[in-house]
């Protein structure tokens, strides 16, 4: 029931977006095959941090840890591991009326803990 805008990849604004916008964090969701590759992290400057949304909110599904750790060294490619973070996609209702995604749901999400290699806890 939660609305989206837009599909596709960063790629045909990920250099102007990422490099003109003054923020020190960019949170974008990869917890869909709709996000596409992380390539466009390339243009992500030295002093941006980036949050990637690879917990999905869309779905009570639970991420699988190895899924999410191979997901962030794709990620680490691009962006050193140790300028990244994770992140559900977005918040737990995205509309009025939210996605089909219970309390219960949310709370399993958000308990579970992923150990990076860098040894942060995430």
């Known amino acids: 029931m939660g609305r989206w805008l837009a599909e596709g990849g960063y790629e045909p604004l990920a250099e102007r977006?990422?490099?003109?916008?003054?923020?020190?964090?960019?949170?974008?969701?990869?917890?869909?095959?709709?996000?596409g590759g992380f390539e466009p992290l390339r243009f992500v400057p030295e002093n941006k941090i980036v949050v990637l949304g690879l917990i999905s909110s869309k779905t009570g599904l639970l991420e699988s840890r190895d899924d999410v750790l191979a997901r962030i060294d794709?990620?680490?490619?691009?962006?050193?591991?140790?300028?990244?973070?994770?992140?559900?996609?977005?918040?737990?209702?995205?509309?009025?009326?939210?996605?089909?995604?219970?309390?219960?749901?949310?709370?399993?999400?958000?308990s579970g803990r992923i150990h990076c290699r860098a040894g942060v806890a995430a």
């Open 17 to 35: 977006l990422f490099t003109e916008l003054r923020c020190q964090r960019l949170l974008l969701e990869y917890d869909s095959e709709r996000a």
């Open 74 to 110: 794709e990620a680490s490619k691009y962006v050193p591991v140790e300028r990244l973070a994770l992140s559900p996609q977005c918040g737990f209702a995205s509309s009025g009326k939210g996605n089909p995604f219970t309390e219960d749901d949310q709370w399993r999400k958000l």
